[in-house]
Structure formats: C-alpha cells, structure tokens
C-alpha cells in the first residue's frame, strides 16, 4: 500500500527538462552550503539563484536603456527647437556635442550606479542564502546549557 516515490528519479529528470544554465559561482555557492542535500535540492535552488541574479541584471538593464532613450529623445527634441530660432549653427553644434558629452558622463554614472545596484542586490540574495542554510543550533542545547550555569 506504499507508495515508493524516488528522490533520485526527481534529481535526473530535472537537469533534462531546466533551460537554465547554472554559474560556477552559484554551483560552488550551493555545494559548499548544501553538501548533503539531495541533488534535485541542489539543482532547484542553483536554479532559483541563477533566476534571481538574471531578473536583477535584466531589470537593471531595462531600467538603463529606458532612462537612455528618454534622454536622447529629449536632446532631439531641444536640438530641433534650437535649430527653428535661426541660431548660428556652428554654435548650436559645439552646444549640442558639450551637451552630448554631459550626457555620455551622466549616462556612465548612472549604467555605474545601476550596476552597483545589481551587484549590492545579488550579494543580499546570497547573503540571505548564506542565513536560510548555516546550521541551526537546538533550542533544547541551549535551555540545558543555560540550567547548569
């Protein structure tokens, strides 16, 4: 009347069937934190890492190009308006490149600052990695260590 259900059989199908394609990074992280886990454990949440870290670099990424292309709109947008007041051009062009300079600056430290972001955000995942898998120390240890002081 028992049903046998195997663990093992779990852990093979699940790499065949993953279009996830695991870091060394991540694969050393779960091994060193997970080594008597059950493989199907280990690949699940190898997975689940790898799917945290690409939803971070791909929100930082979007978040990037959206910013970009708001921008360089605005500038053609202030370009053609300039060019309608019948400035001199070879003004209007030197303004136009020092302000395209500005941007180029700004967009550097705004791609750095996101990439931090990605950076700071993976390493709060694998810190909270790090808490939900360190050892857990009985209660009962400690009530009995702390009756014999």
């Not at 280990?42 to 997975?47: F, G, S, V, Y």
């Not at 202030?78 to 062009?93: A, G, S, Y």
Request: a negative charge; charged letters at 30%; aromatic letters at 4%.
């Amino acid at each position: 009347m028992t049903q046998s259900t195997d663990p093992n059989n779990q852990a093979q199908t699940t790499p065949e069937s993953s279009a996830i394609e695991v870091s060394e990074r991540t694969n050393s992280l779960v091994d060193q934190n997970l080594p008597d886990a059950p493989e199907s454990v280990k690949n699940e949440t190898k997975e689940l890492i790898e799917a945290i870290t690409r939803k971070a670099q791909s929100e930082t990424q979007k978040a990037g190009e959206f910013a970009k292309d708001n921008y360089l709109e605005a500038v053609r947008n202030v370009r053609t308006e300039v060019e309608k007041l019948n400035f001199d051009p070879e003004r209007i062009e030197e303004s136009i490149k020092l302000v395209q300079m500005d941007a180029e600056k700004n967009w550097e430290s705004l791609v750095k600052e996101f990439e931090s972001f990605g950076n700071r955000l993976n390493e709060a995942a694998q810190a909270a990695w790090s808490i939900l898998t360190a050892p857990h120390h009985s209660t009962t240890d400690d009530q009995s260590d702390s009756s014999q002081s």
